[in-house]
């Protein structure tokens, strides 16, 4: 059976039907590779629960954090806030084989490659805003409205002075990295947030795009090989091609999202491609 390149993302392990879901997970291949951009769980035991039974049944795993795995949760042990927790979250995986942002970048070869599997750890600093707005009237808005990311409470940048601090110095960091890479290697983002602004524009509450990404990175879909975009966040899975690119969002998201849709919640296959896909506009 030919191998796939698969992704799931917000796996959610803390809701119990969320983690029967992920129990359930296995591999059609032994071949198959995973990938998985971010917000499996708040707690680290949930995360290293989920990554350690997943490394063991697929040939490679790949993660990106989302923001739920940045938090300090009050139900945490781990008291570890910013950095310190993202390095925490680094060497979790590392024990069991699981590929992170600072790892080199792995390639696949199977159908469809090769190609690099790049996960990506970028916050986002409050650029997905609509009109002219400032980030404060923004943000001045979103509180108004009641929309606000838990991230303003639980996620804490430390020893960055802001998120969007933080964000600037990963942007930087990311972008030496994905420099070294041929130039003629087509390349996988695998990132939690979109890449690029355009799939925030379907959300309920648009003031939530404040927490959903930046628009400086959609200029890497330009300077690089760009093959596809992986990622979460949103809760929308779903497939949009914006200037011949695939973005994939794989979100199983929280069960009262997925129960009540019409097929059970599943693994995405971003590789090899089906002819739906490529020719999704």
């Not at 969320?18 to 995973?34: K, Q």
Request: glycine share 6%; proline share 9%; aromatic share 10%.
């Amino acid at each position: 059976m030919t191998a796939k390149l698969l992704a799931i993302s917000d796996l959610h392990v803390h809701y119990e039907d969320n983690r029967r879901v992920v129990e359930a997970l296995r591999p059609e291949s032994d071949g198959d590779w995973l990938l998985i951009p971010g917000d499996v769980g708040e707690m680290v035991s949930d995360v290293e629960w989920a990554l350690k039974l997943l490394s063991e049944r697929f040939a490679t795993v790949v993660w990106a954090p989302g923001n739920h795995e940045l938090w300090t949760h009050p139900r945490d042990p781990v008291r570890l806030r910013g950095e310190e927790r993202y390095r925490l979250l680094v060497e979790t995986c590392r024990r069991y084989g699981v590929v992170t942002p600072e790892d080199p970048y792995p390639i696949w070869r199977g159908d469809g490659g090769p190609v690099a599997i790049a996960p990506l750890f970028v916050l986002y600093d409050y650029t997905f805003r609509t009109g002219h707005l400032t980030k404060e009237a923004a943000l001045e808005a979103a509180y108004e409205s009641g929309v606000v990311c838990t991230d303003e409470f639980l996620l804490h940048p430390d020893p960055y002075p802001s998120r969007e601090a933080w964000c600037r110095a990963r942007l930087k960091i990311t972008e030496a990295r994905l420099a070294e890479l041929p130039g003629d290697l087509p390349i996988i983002l695998v990132n939690h947030f979109p890449l690029i602004r355009e799939p925030t524009e379907i959300l309920t509450y648009p003031e939530f795009a404040l927490w959903c990404g930046t628009d400086a990175t959609a200029a890497w879909l330009r300077r690089h090989r760009v093959a596809a975009t992986v990622y979460g966040h949103l809760h929308i899975p779903r497939l949009i091609v914006q200037d011949g690119v695939p973005h994939h969002e794989v979100s199983l998201g929280y069960p009262k999202e997925w129960q009540p849709r019409p097929t059970a919640p599943g693994l995405t296959t971003i590789l090899p491609q089906s002819a739906t896909a490529a020719d999704t506009d």
